[in-house]
């Protein structure tokens, strides 16, 4: 009897489909591996370029089942920083971001493609300035394994653009757009 059971229970182990699950990871914003930037046109003669110093975020991986992967990020749009107070406080009023108004900004994500070689396609929901609209983020995984603290860690880096008439925000000089460029490092839980 005891042999039928443990026979039985390898051929239903064997017959049963991997029913992995994705991993989850918190992105690691504490030990600044994680960064979120943004970068815009200035009088079409050069580049503004900053950053979000204030965002947290999960995600879940599973790189057998990319499909089943997730995205979420929180941003702290008052956290909005392009290395210049004056031009920082400018950005951050009602004549662009009214981050009084509008503080927070999240994008969530609704699908996720495995493009072939660690690319990755990232579809989701972006919330900024009061509006949501879809966004597409070109994701490329960077590597996984374990850390020297005893934990194990996933890296991707992504790019996308976003319109500011998407979102009602006032073109910035002759730009009507902003770039972003996210290095994500996620601490598995």
């Known amino acids: 009897m005891k042999k039928s059971l443990i026979?039985?229970?390898l051929l239903?182990?064997?017959?049963?489909p991997n029913l992995a699950t994705a991993a989850d990871y918190v992105i690691d914003t504490q030990g600044a591996h994680a960064s979120i930037n943004?970068?815009?046109?200035h009088l079409?003669?050069?580049?503004?370029?900053?950053?979000f110093n204030t965002f947290d975020g999960n995600f879940s991986y599973?790189?057998?089942?990319?499909?089943?992967?997730?995205?979420n990020v929180n941003i702290d749009t008052t956290s909005l920083d392009s290395n210049h107070a004056e031009r920082d406080k400018h950005i951050r009023s009602?004549?662009?971001?009214?981050?009084?108004?509008f503080g927070k900004a999240n994008?969530?994500?609704?699908?996720v493609v495995d493009k072939g070689n660690g690319n990755l396609e990232i579809q989701g929901n972006l919330t900024l300035h009061?509006?949501?609209?879809?966004l597409t983020i070109d994701a490329q995984f960077v590597g996984a394994g374990d850390d020297p603290w005893g934990g194990y860690r996933a890296g991707f880096v992504g790019t996308t653009r976003i319109e500011l008439a998407d979102f009602e925000i006032p073109v910035m000089g002759d730009s009507s757009y902003a770039d972003l460029e996210l290095h994500v490092e996620g601490v598995k839980q």
């Open 94 to 101: 009602n004549d662009f971001l009214d981050v009084k108004k």
């Open 130 to 134: 009061g509006q949501t609209k879809p």
């Open 12 to 16: 239903g182990a064997a017959l049963t």
């Open 7 to 9: 026979a039985l229970s």
């Open 62 to 71: 599973d790189p057998d089942n990319v499909a089943a992967s997730k995205v």
């Open 44 to 51: 079409g003669y050069s580049w503004i370029k900053g950053r």
């Open 38 to 41: 943004w970068k815009i046109q």
């Open 107 to 111: 994008f969530t994500s609704t699908k």
